[in-house]
């Protein structure tokens, strides 16, 4: 049973189109992020939602919309694809209460934009 | 502006021997340090962490050492092995905003 999962695990896409990538958490977690890894493999964090709520967005164009239909869901949307938004998208989960500190990742999805 | 920083892209270390990977961060504000590995086409696996208010957290092979007058940690995998090849990334986070920043990563490459 994989804890975070992401579909998909690539995307290929034109300039302009639109695209989603789903995560999904089976941990029980309340908080769920969207981190992006460039060229150069910085790993960035884009979003953070607690209980479906938006509590982190770091400077991120308005194309990105992340969406959280309940507290095991974080999709994102990518409006009007660019270039460089070519990366590798990796979800992630972690729980604000309790002991644990530590986030959980998905295996990522690899973005090409071309 | 990198608050983590892991300033070796890469390093080499004899199977058997004991890697050290070290990482820098500027905000004295982070309560957690957080070690991930990562090999190639997968996510971030969590390895150790360790509280602010310590200084020395050991799991198994892995133990993480923080220095927090130097604002300096650093990891020792004991003895190295083959499975160790990796990326690995030093993380913080405060415990009053939810964000993990993350370095760079070091490769770490075990020779046989």
């Known amino acids: 049973d994989t804890a975070v999962s992401q579909t998909p695990k690539y995307l290929v896409t034109q300039m302009g189109n639109d695209k989603s990538i789903k995560c999904e958490q089976n941990?029980?977690?309340?908080?769920m992020y969207w981190y992006k890894q460039d060229s150069k493999k910085f790993l960035k964090i884009m979003f953070s939602?607690?209980?479906?709520?938006?509590?982190i967005n770091e400077t991120v164009p308005n194309r990105f919309s992340p969406k959280s239909p309940d507290k095991a869901h974080l999709n994102l949307h990518i409006n009007s694809l660019e270039l460089g938004d070519s990366a590798v998208y990796f979800c992630?989960?972690?729980?604000?209460?309790?002991?644990?500190?530590?986030?959980?990742f998905g295996q990522g999805t690899r973005l090409t934009v071309v | 502006d990198q608050q983590v920083k892991q300033n070796s892209p890469s390093l080499s270390v004899q199977e058997g021997r004991i890697s050290i990977l070290n990482c820098d961060y500027t905000?004295?504000?982070?309560?957690?340090f957080l070690w991930y590995k990562k090999y190639p086409a997968e996510g971030p696996t969590f390895l150790i962490s360790?509280?602010?208010?310590?200084d020395k957290n050991e799991d198994g092979r892995f133990t993480v050492f923080l220095n927090k007058s130097a604002k300096h940690l650093s990891l020792h995998i004991v003895p190295s092995q083959p499975g160790d090849s990796a990326v690995y990334f030093c993380?913080?986070?405060?415990?009053?905003?939810?964000?993990?920043?993350f370095g760079k990563g070091t490769r770490l490459h075990i020779l046989p």
């Open positions: 992630a989960s972690s729980s604000m209460t309790g002991s644990s500190t530590e986030a959980f």
């Open positions: 941990l029980g977690h309340d908080t």
């Open positions: 939602y607690n209980n479906k709520e938006l509590i």
């Open positions: 905000n004295s504000m982070f309560d957690y």
């Open positions: 360790i509280s602010s208010i310590k």
């Open positions: 993380a913080a986070r405060w415990n009053r905003d939810d964000k993990i920043i």
